[in-house]
């Protein structure tokens, strides 16, 4: 069983880029409760993008809504995983998982940075896989192309 994750590197980057965005939109969130001299730059920049009553409420959804968008980043820079057992593929993300037996797969097609594992059937969705975002993405091409049938070969050969 191999077991593909994110790269180093980029847990790195989503974490500090998701603490930044944190930190960021939840000043926007104190700022209303913290009391600061009148003539200061943050009260006078606050007073004038707030000087329309819907940017009074659209300010704090929004911020609501891009902290939770940065703690499901982190999230799933930890828990995004590809694993290829003896018998299927899985591919776990924070939403959803999908899992292929061998005996559902038709091929496998690389397009640009994305790797689509396809289906025999209708009823299973493919399974796509950003293939910059993975560490050894090398060794997971290898082992679908031991296993599987290249489907890129196959359009080239029919043209």
């Not at 590809?82 to 797969?105: C, G, H, P, W, Y």
């Amino acid at each position: 069983m191999n077991v593909y994750t994110m790269s180093y590197r980029l847990k790195v980057f989503i974490v500090v880029f998701s603490i930044l965005l944190i930190l960021t939109f939840g000043s926007l969130l104190m700022v209303p409760f913290i009391t600061l001299p009148p003539d200061s730059l943050a009260l006078q920049i606050y007073g004038e993008s707030l000087s329309t009553g819907y940017l009074f409420y659209l300010t704090p959804v929004l911020s609501f809504i891009m902290i939770i968008f940065a703690v499901l980043l982190i999230i799933n820079a930890f828990n995004k995983k590809v694993v290829f057992t003896n018998d299927a593929i899985i591919s776990k993300d924070i939403f959803e998982t999908r899992k292929l037996i061998f005996s559902e797969i038709k091929g496998f097609e690389k397009s640009h940075f994305m790797l689509y594992i396809e289906t025999n059937s209708e009823t299973k969705k493919r399974i796509a896989i950003n293939v910059l975002s993975l560490s050894k993405a090398d060794n997971l091409m290898q082992n679908l192309e031991s296993k599987f049938v290249n489907l890129d070969f196959l359009v080239a050969e029919k043209a």
